[in-house]
Each structure stands twice: as C-alpha cells, then as structure tokens.
C-alpha cells in the first residue's frame, strides 16, 4: 500500500472538481434548449427526469462508492457524463434530451458523495480532518468559479451550436478521467478488498440503516440543506431564460449569470467565518435569503434579478458547507459515502416536487 500524498490528493480532487463543471454545455443546458425550440415546461419536465433518475440511482451509487471504491466511483461518474454528452449532441428530439439529462444525473450520483468521502477520509488517515472545512469551502469556491466562468461563456455554447458544446464536454471529461486515475483509495475501502461482494454490500446497508435508524437529528440536517439547495438550483436555472426578457441585450446574460454564480464563492468564504451560531439558526437565515431571492425573479428589473440570484447563491453554499461538515463527523467511515448519497436523495425528492411546479411559476 503506497504512503498517501495529501496534498497531491486534494490537489487532484480540486483539478477534477474544476474540470467536471467546466463543460459549457453543462452550465448553459437550458439555454441551448430553448435556442433549440424546447418551451421553459419542458425544460422543467426534463430537470424532472434528471431527479427522478437521481432519486433511484443516488443511494445504490453512494453504496457503489463505498463497496467499490470512492475512485472508481468518480471514473464511472466521467463515463456517465460522456455518455450524455453524446447522446444530447448526436440524436435529436425530446426523447434523447431526456435520456442525456439521465446520465448525467448518473454522472452527479456518482460524484455525489464520493469525492467528499474520499477527500475527508484521506485526512483522517493523516489525522488531519480538523482541515475539512478549509477543503470544503475551497472545493465549493472552485465548483462555482468553474461553473460560473462556464455560464460566461453561455452565448459561446449558442454559437458553438449543441453539438459542438457537447463534443467539447466530452473532451473534458477524458481529461478529467486521466486525472482521477492518479487519485489513491481509501485504506477504509482498501481494507475490504479480501471480503466477498456479498459481505461487503451487507455490511454497507445494516450499517447505513442502522446509523440512519437511531439519528433523527441527521435527517433534519439533510432536508433543510436540500431545500435551500433546491431553490437555488432552480432560480439559477430559469433566470438564463428569464433575464433576456428583461431587455438587457445579448452579450450581458453570461456576466449577469456569472455575478450570481459569486455569490456562492462569498458563501463558501463565510462559511470558515461562522463558528458558533448553531445550524438551525443559520439555516433560517439562508432560507430567508434564498426566498428573497425567488421573490426578486418577479420584479422584471434585472439588476434585482441579479442581487436575488447572488443572495440565494450565498445562502445554497453558506449552508451547505456547514451541513456537509457536520455530516461528515457524524457518519462512520465505512459507509459515508452512501450516508452523504442520502443528503443528495433528499435533494432529488423535494426537486420532483420542485422542478415542474418552478417550471410552470417561471413561464407566468
């Protein structure tokens, strides 16, 4: 078993954090379906299919994680992003969209969970999961400038056209593949290799129940992450069709989207500042923000549209940061991935609910 290297570790997990949200095609996918003639109800029911496909798959891929291994986890998670990268730029009609917005759930569902279990366990190994937050805030600082620098180069995606924006995912994702295959495996999942599949999955379902079964407190966690976490996605992703009816012209769309995805980097920073107002308190106060945020999309003035969509942005990562933290030194290490996997269900439930009915509110 080779020495883990931790920086080279959290380092490899930063460049792939970056790389998986990157991709154009990914951050402006609702605007390329309305350019390509989809109505904003059918961008809602394909976010539907998306979290659909994430509420029966995130719980089996967070087991996959911690029965497989956390690493190749993430690799299946590349595939599945490459898969809907060719599917949504190579068949058309609204049947593929969905069947492409299902692998990349799968991609999601692979990630989910995995990452931050592989991340927070190679620091235990080195006795230094005190550095969690510190990973957890950068990681979160890092998907949103990736993100948000993708979604500036939204009008590039339209220029492109979809199936140039796809091929130039798939790319990434090759590239990101190359990159996780230097990551080294857990000792927690190293240590499993010589039971049978069996044991392993057995073990990894009477644990997480069990864990889940006798902590209410969890549960309560899981769901008010999961519903700031849903209005953010939601406002974030109907305002790229919203803000152009505003009569802002073209070329602003891209920076006005990017100037929302930053509040997110200001969450994630003051989340290493906020040390001893207690969860509960914190998460009313980001559902405060977030709902001030849905009600500024109704005003039509798009520098309001904008602050609404920064407030949320800060709200969604301020609070998740702080629940990813407190999960992760709950949970045993055996089964962290699939317990995290449970945060991200949740997360799909409530967007079930969330994303048709958004769909129908934002078309008014």
């Known amino acids: 078993m080779s020495k883990l290297n931790i920086r080279k570790q959290l380092g490899l997990l930063y460049i792939s954090n970056f790389m998986f949200n990157i991709s154009i095609a990914g951050a402006a996918w609702v605007l390329l379906?309305?350019?390509d003639g989809y109505s904003l109800i059918q961008v809602g029911l394909a976010e539907t299919v998306f979290h659909a496909v994430s509420l029966c798959a995130e719980i089996p891929s967070g087991m996959f994680a911690d029965v497989m291994g956390r690493k190749k986890s993430l690799i299946v998670s590349c595939v599945m992003s490459m898969l809907s990268a060719v599917v949504r730029g190579f068949i058309p009609g609204f049947a593929a969209v969905c069947v492409s917005?299902?692998?990349s759930a799968l991609s999601y569902n692979f990630i989910s969970g995995s990452d931050s279990a592989l991340a927070y366990d190679s620091l235990l190994e080195e006795g230094q999961e005190s550095k969690y937050d510190k990973y957890i805030s950068t990681q979160t600082a890092i998907y949103r400038i990736s993100n948000g620098i993708a979604t500036l180069l939204a009008g590039?995606?339209?220029?492109?056209?979809n199936r140039n924006a796809q091929i130039l995912s798939i790319a990434i994702s090759a590239a990101n593949m190359f990159f996780l295959l230097s990551l080294r495996e857990n000792?927690?999942?190293?240590?499993?290799?010589?039971?049978?599949?069996?044991?392993?999955i057995k073990d990894v379902i009477s644990?997480?129940?069990?864990?889940?079964?006798?902590?209410?407190?969890?549960?309560?966690?899981?769901?008010?992450?999961?519903?700031?976490?849903?209005?953010?996605?939601?406002?974030?992703?109907?305002?790229?069709?919203?803000l152009p009816m505003t009569g802002i012209p073209d070329w602003a769309l891209g920076p006005l989207l990017f100037i929302m995805s930053m509040g997110g980097i200001v969450g994630a920073l003051a989340a290493r500042k906020v040390k001893k107002t207690t969860l509960g308190k914190l998460?009313?106060?980001?559902?405060?923000?977030?709902?001030?945020?849905l009600v500024s999309e109704f005003t039509?003035?798009?520098?309001?549209?904008?602050?609404?969509?920064?407030?949320?942005?800060?709200?969604?990562?301020?609070?998740?940061?702080?629940s990813d933290i407190a999960l992760n030194q709950m949970v045993p290490p055996e089964?962290?991935?699939?317990?995290?996997?449970?945060s991200s269900f949740c997360f799909s439930v409530l967007m079930i609910v969330m994303s048709p009915l958004a769909g129908w509110i934002f078309s008014l």
């Open 335 to 342: 089964q962290r991935a699939t317990l995290i996997s449970v």
């Open 156 to 161: 590039v995606a339209v220029i492109m056209g």
């Open 101 to 103: 917005v299902g692998f």
């Open 283 to 293: 998460f009313i106060f980001c559902l405060s923000l977030a709902l001030i945020g």
């Open 300 to 322: 039509g003035i798009w520098y309001l549209m904008t602050l609404g969509g920064f407030l949320t942005a800060f709200a969604d990562d301020l609070i998740q940061i702080k």
């Open 33 to 35: 379906l309305v350019s």
């Open 207 to 242: 644990g997480s129940f069990g864990f889940l079964k006798g902590n209410k407190k969890v549960a309560g966690l899981i769901f008010r992450n999961a519903l700031v976490g849903g209005i953010d996605v939601l406002l974030l992703f109907f305002l790229q069709a919203k």
């Open 187 to 200: 000792k927690v999942i190293q240590k499993k290799s010589g039971d049978s599949l069996s044991k392993r």
